[in-house]
């Protein structure tokens, strides 16, 4: 019973301990305009397996780890019917793949090989895109733009629009041209 007593006394001395830190009195900041796309950068994910210390005692197998291939890129600015964006060209190589954990069996030349095949299927409608835009702003996808932070289809001109801290909005549109 004291046991239980003790932990309870330790979990409501955390609690009181790690409260919030900020302050009263800090200054208030200003509801910002800023409503900028300043880059769009892309990557390609697929699930492999991997054998570490593979034949010996010890030999384990990792399932599903996931392989990143960020793509090299040229970007430049366009404006399209009013709408500023990005006319981006993608491209790859075998440093593009980002290989997941520690050291196993498979290596780099062996999932480049693997998305060389993926990426033809596919093309690009299972890409990731990622955006950098102002501070304090928040975007999203406008019509059929895929949502970010899941593959979606660049086959076509997307449309996002990011909207500042202060409630404005301006719309950017991204152009992706498949340079492989």
Request: contains cysteine.
């Amino acid at each position: 019973m004291k046991k239980k007593f003790y932990i309870l006394g330790i979990l409501l001395g955390n609690m009181l301990i790690t409260t919030s830190c900020l302050r009263s009195g800090l200054e208030e900041l200003a509801n910002s305009s800023e409503k900028k796309m300043t880059a769009v950068n892309y990557s390609y994910r697929f699930l492999y397996n991997d054998t570490i210390k593979k034949g010996t005692d010890n030999e384990e197998i990792l399932k599903d780890r996931v392989c990143d291939v960020i793509f090299t890129k040229t970007s430049e600015a366009i404006k399209e019917n009013g709408i500023a964006g990005f006319k981006t060209t993608i491209n790859h190589s075998l440093n593009s793949i980002q290989k997941a954990g520690p050291s196993g069996s498979v290596t780099k030349a062996m999932l480049y090989n693997k998305f060389k095949n993926l990426i033809a299927k596919d093309g690009i409608s299972r890409l990731w895109l990622y955006v950098t835009i102002s501070d304090a702003a928040t975007v999203k996808p406008i019509d059929n733009a895929p949502q970010l932070g899941t593959p979606g289809d660049y086959n076509s001109d997307r449309v996002y629009e990011v909207k500042a801290a202060d409630g404005s909005t301006e719309r950017y549109i991204i152009k992706t041209v498949k340079g492989f």
